[in-house]
């Protein structure tokens, strides 16, 4: 029942090149740095990653995309990413756009033993259709086009059908957890972690705080442990940096308005 890791490093240790990946975070706000760190130091290349964004030049998965260790990318917003773009562009790296709540509801509907699911966003466009660029070739012609999916009418109104997300292995971020895998998130931080940790197979969270068990009352958890299966507890140093990505100052004040 004792998930807690002596270190990052050794909460990653055995994750292999090829694999594929659901990483938490949105923006920069609850993104297991940590873990992508311990990861980036193991070597591991080629990987697949699912994850709403991937980071920025120098942070979050974008540590591991400047290193080109990324093979593929399954996400919804592509962010001011330039490495990112340019790697896209050039045909170095594969890339599946969906809308932001299809991916969600993915990762939900995987860590759920649900396999697909209908939904009506994308209907009429590429999404259903097909024709989406997923990787180019050098050239700038497209290599990969994204396959159509099944459409389906329910009560006269049309719907995709969208398959769910189950990943080798999950990297998310905690404001407080327990030696048993139980998850609590702060605020913004839970965005896509809670859903990434459910779709992964093996699934490692960092800890800002972590608690003995029975710490946690039982209606503070937002996660249960069954969904995770190692935890690291962060020093001080590590849960305190949290970068931001845009600081946005009022005109008519010093005091600051944050968004991340």
């Not at 591991?44 to 080109?68: E, F, I, M, P, W």
């Not at 999404?127 to 086009?145: I, K």
């Not at 069954?226 to 845009?246: C, G, M, N, T």
Request: charged share 20%; net charge neutral.
């Amino acid at each position: 029942m004792n998930k807690v890791r002596g270190s990052a490093a050794e909460a990653v240790a055995d994750i292999p090149d090829g694999a594929s990946l659901a990483v938490g975070g949105f923006g920069l706000s609850g993104v297991p740095d940590t873990l992508i760190r311990a990861l980036y130091a193991c070597g591991v290349g080629g990987l697949k990653v699912v994850s709403n964004n991937c980071g920025v030049d120098g942070r979050g998965l974008g540590v591991l995309l400047d290193a080109g260790r990324i093979a593929r990318v399954t996400g919804s917003y592509v962010g001011e990413n330039k490495e990112f773009a340019r790697q896209y562009l050039s045909g170095e790296l594969e890339v599946e756009l969906l809308p932001q709540g299809t991916l969600a509801e993915r990762l939900r509907a995987g860590g759920a033993g649900i396999p697909a699911f209908y939904t009506p966003a994308g209907v009429g466009t590429q999404v259903a259709r097909g024709g989406l660029p997923w990787r180019y070739a050098p050239d700038g012609t497209v290599a990969v086009a994204s396959p159509p999916k099944e459409t389906r009418d329910f009560g006269g109104r049309p719907y995709v059908l969208e398959r769910g997300i189950r990943t080798d292995y999950a990297l998310v971020r905690a404001w407080r957890g327990d030696h048993h895998g139980n998850l609590v998130f702060r605020r913004a931080a839970a965005n896509f972690n809670p859903l990434a940790a459910m779709a992964g197979r093996v699934t490692v969270a960092e800890v800002e705080e972590l608690l003995a068990p029975g710490e946690l009352a039982p209606d503070e958890v937002h996660l249960p442990g069954i969904y995770v299966q190692r935890v690291v507890a962060l020093s001080p140093e590590e849960a305190a940096d949290k970068q931001i990505e845009h600081l946005v100052m009022s005109a008519s004040s010093t005091r600051g308005t944050v968004r991340s």
